[in-house]
């Protein structure tokens, strides 16, 4: 009898791609574009701290982390900015950003990396982003900034049944507002980002495909991301949740929810922009 651990949560992680070098006496590549947003200043030491809440327990978990722009690195022959933490992060946009490379090219911001994704602690999912754009400035409405696709094959979260999980990242505009008012502060000229991870999984077993989520295709994420100009990211809400196919437990004993919702939220306490 085989068993599945998955956890209620799940977690997305950004580590910086393995290519990188963060040397400061690197041969430092010609950037691509040099006009930065004003929306993310990526100024080396400019920091920002934010309160975190799990809206989803009770009680509600609070927490606090710090970001600050470090030193520069070179990812495949392109100079970014590596985003540091002074701990480990709690809240969802900290956790994305630490130990990951961004740039601003034009009026766009783009990350590269290795995103890792555990649907629990039997489901790793990871994946490689090169020059994925998180936030352009002037961008048209609902339009789509940034995505990337593909498929993995994993033999070894359930011994005996293997995992084919299909992936979609995307990020795209989600409008526009004139004034936003988060943990109490009055903003003005902010705007919005929505990301979504999108994936289907199927399990093997003998001679037929289960799927292993309740739907074929599944937003087990969702961030709603808030950009004041002049501020950097504000606030960020993030729903992370899964629905499991309820077929597994006549296949499978299962030892945990079939569905599980948690929402993060994470609000700029303080901030330094150089």
């Known amino acids: 009898m085989k068993y599945l651990y998955f956890l209620a949560t799940i977690l997305f992680v950004v580590t910086s791609s393995c290519s990188s070098d963060d040397s400061d006496t690197a041969v430092k590549a010609e950037p691509i574009g040099t006009t ?39 990812i495949n022959s392109i100079t970014y900015k590596r985003m540091k933490t002074k701990s480990l992060p709690t809240g969802f946009f900290c956790g994305a950003l630490k130990n990951n490379g961004l740039r601003a090219d034009g009026k766009r911001i783009k990350l ?13 999912v990871s994946f490689s982003v090169n020059d994925f754009v998180i936030f352009k400035e002037n961008a048209s409405s609902l339009e789509q900034l940034g995505s990337v696709s593909g498929t993995i094959l994993n033999e070894t979260a359930l ?45 093997q077993v003998g001679q037929f495909s289960v799927n292993v989520l309740s739907s074929e295709n599944q937003d087990v994420l969702i961030s709603e991301q808030y950009y004041a100009k002049n501020h950097g990211l504000i606030k960020s809400e993030t729903n992370i949740s899964y629905s499991l196919n309820p077929l597994l437990a006549e296949l499978i004993t299962i030892d945990f929810p079939l569905s599980s919702s948690q929402t993060i939220n994470d609000y700029l306490l303080t901030k330094l922009i150089n």
């Open 36 to 74: 930065a947003t004003s929306y993310f200043p990526l100024k080396s030491n400019n920091f920002w701290t934010y309160k975190t809440e799990n809206i989803s327990v009770n009680p509600v978990v609070i927490g606090r982390d710090s970001m600050y722009v470090g030193n520069d690195s070179i």
């Open 112 to 124: 590269s990396g290795d995103v890792s994704v555990n649907i629990g602690a039997s489901l790793p």
């Open 159 to 203: 011994p005996g049944y293997p995992l084919t999980v299909s992936y979609t990242l995307l990020a795209k505009e989600d409008g526009s507002l004139a004034t936003f008012t988060s943990n109490g502060v009055n903003y003005t000229d902010v705007k919005k980002v929505k990301l979504i991870l999108n994936v289907k999984v199927n399990a």
